[in-house]
């Protein structure tokens, strides 16, 4: 074969592999991070954590809400809590990881929320989240009733955290929802990122 035409012939392959992994590499990131469920809180520090930080006030059910303020998931919740008010006899708290780049701290505590400002570390060591946004649901004796998600997919229409509550509320079983948002620790954003595309 004449030295031209081979060299031609592989540097078309070349050009093929190089365009195929340029598609396939962002694709594969994308598909994964509509997919991908993240990791649950480790039960028994979750369990342990919303005892210690239950509202004094609180009587009956509280829910947490844990947000990455890199996420934009997390904002889609935030922005839901600020439209829909509080829940009618029922404590919620916001925790955000990270700092908002707005004046979201401010419009959650217009609404009523409580706020807390935290970081991947400390939320990982006292409450054993690593991923966000997360949604918790404690009943009025302090036991964590539902950990998980808010929505079926990622980004889904239908942000269902007061649906969750309402039956918990009624007694009934709720299967938790995937957790499907951000990593917030380095350690799995390091795992779900190992190229370093997105954290």
Known sequence: MNPLTWTKKWARRG???AWFLAVLIPGVYQLAEHTLSLPKPVPEKLQAAMIANRP???TGWVVLHVLYAECGCSGRVADRL???GLIPGVAERVIIVGEPKDDLVERLRAHGLSVELT????LSDRYGIVAAPVLVVADPGGTVRYVGGYTEQ???PAIRDTAIVASLERGEQVDALPILGCAVSRDLQRQVDPLGLKY
């Open 15 to 17: 050009f093929f592999v």
């Open 56 to 58: 004094r006030d609180a």
């Open 82 to 84: 600020t439209q829909r």
């Open 119 to 122: 970081d991947a570390k400390d």
């Open 154 to 156: 990622k980004r889904g």
